[in-house]
């Protein structure tokens, strides 16, 4: 069958990249494509809430689009087994005039040797000379009926399903044969040869929540994007061919899927409009965030209805609780949790965003934030890395800065309210609030 299309979010994925994907990949279904949900990270712990509260199943776990030999179709060849007779390898070379050899493989289906056309032609040569020293009868027939565990090379080189091309390719420069057998925890598959490695399939993707490369799982490039959902900034990737795009400044990504999901008249599942609901909540921190349209409280209300939830506040409150984060989680896995990337002229930054129900917790914490967080940023290499910790019940954050140029964030945010610190009353969203002034201060730099 031909491999399913990967409906992914971005990296570090959030409850909108999770649900998005797996709603999207359903409608993809309903619609008739080979398409599947998958993820560009582990699930962090308020998605991991929603999935196990409408018993959806994970997404798969993509780690990255390098194309690999699962890309490839590989030549089904004749095998032999040790046993086998040189005179049955003989006849297979000559019934197929492209074979250049043959994997030799045991009852349990492992390669155990290959034999080649030069093997044979080798033992050929020895054989008869062998005779004529003796002055044997230099019978055909004796030299045939040898066994192939006698004339194949033992030592072989072959690869694994997973094996990726490029460094599938470098082996076999340096190896230098024809053929090569795969397999897959240890059982032959399939041969590959010199000629063929060069067009892999590129697998096929639906990006959805992102569309910058900085965002996207490793290896985008090597990868066939079909279509784009989103809902943010665009960010400059480019495809080769021409592609659906839907990009919607609303407050979540699974608004837009529910919407084309109703749109193209298919009926979701309660499942699946429980967690599109939950991402919208998620994604606008139950409607206080500005990025909030009418749009999205209109569709979340449509999919509360569906998914039979009693009480939306309620359950948009446990959601939520599950993603604040502070108390949960180390200060390490803290900083690094929803971290958006980007890059700016020469300038590599961050944009981390954690949710806090209580601001004199955070308070409490910026010590052993600032810490973390420029820890974090050394050891990754970003020149500035900040992370939002937002207070949703008071609608505010602490904006916590790491790196150069610290001039540039004045410019954005006003007066510090104390060193690599600023209180930012009103602002919840990273999309809307902190990355137009950052690009933009940055610009006027
Ligand atoms: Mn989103």
Do not use: C, W, Y
């Given at each position: 069958m031909e491999k399913p299309i990967y409906v992914l979010g971005h990296r570090n994925p959030d409850t909108d990249s999770i649900c998005a994907a797996i709603g999207y990949a359903f409608l993809k279904k309903q619609l008739g494509a080979n398409a599947i949900p998958a993820r560009a990270g582990k699930i962090n712990p308020e998605t991991r809430f929603v999935l196990d509260y409408f018993q959806v199943p994970d997404p798969l776990l993509v780690h990255d689009l390098f194309p690999s030999l699962d890309d490839v179709t590989l030549l089904q060849t004749p095998t032999v087994t040790p046993e086998d007779t040189v005179r049955s390898v003989g006849k297979l070379l000559v019934e197929n005039r492209k074979l250049k050899s043959v994997p030799v493989v045991n009852n349990q289906n492992q390669v155990v040797g290959i034999i080649t056309s030069s093997d044979l032609a080798r033992h050929w040569y020895n054989e008869v000379l062998l005779r004529e020293q003796e002055r044997a009868d230099v019978s055909c027939g004796v030299i045939l009926n040898e066994i192939v565990a006698h004339v194949m090379t033992k030592d072989v080189v072959g690869f694994k399903l997973g094996d990726l091309l490029s460094d599938v390719k470098a082996k076999m420069l340096s190896a230098q044969f024809v053929s090569y057998p795969v397999t897959d925890r240890g059982r032959y598959l399939g041969m590959i040869d010199r000629?063929?490695?060069?067009e892999p399939s590129r697998q096929a993707v639906i990006l959805v929540d992102h569309n910058e490369r900085s965002q996207a799982v490793e290896g985008i490039d090597e990868a066939k994007i079909l279509e784009i959902i989103d809902h943010h900034r665009l960010g400059g990737l480019t495809t080769g061919s021409p592609i659906f795009i839907r990009q919607e400044?609303?407050?979540?990504?699974s608004t837009i899927v529910a919407n084309l999901a109703w749109h193209r008249g298919v009926t979701l599942t309660p499942a699946v409009a429980g967690i599109l609901f939950s991402a919208i909540v998620s994604d606008t921190l139950y409607f206080k965030s500005?990025?909030?349209?009418l749009f999205d409280r209109d569709t979340a209300e449509r999919l509360a209805k569906l998914a039979g939830i009693t009480d939306p506040e309620q359950l948009a409150m446990e959601i939520l609780r599950h993603g604040s984060l502070l108390t949960t989680l180390s200060l390490s896995d803290l900083v690094r949790i929803d971290i958006k990337e980007f890059e700016f002229q020469d300038l590599k930054l961050s944009v981390g965003q954690v949710n806090s129900m209580d601001r004199q917790q955070v308070l409490q914490m910026l010590p052993q934030l600032k810490g973390a967080l420029e820890k974090f940023r050394s050891q990754e290499g970003y020149n500035l890395s900040l992370l939002m910790v937002t207070d949703i019940l008071a609608g505010s954050t602490d904006l916590v800065a790491a790196g150069e140029p610290q001039a540039v964030l004045r410019s954005a945010?006003?007066?510090?309210?104390?060193?690599e610190h600023f209180y930012l009353p009103g602002v919840l969203s990273?999309?809307?609030?902190?990355i137009p002034p950052l690009m933009e201060a940055l610009k006027n730099r």
């Open positions: 000629g063929m490695m060069l400044p609303v407050g979540s990504t500005p990025t909030t349209t945010f006003g007066e510090p309210a104390d060193p990273r999309k809307k609030q902190i």
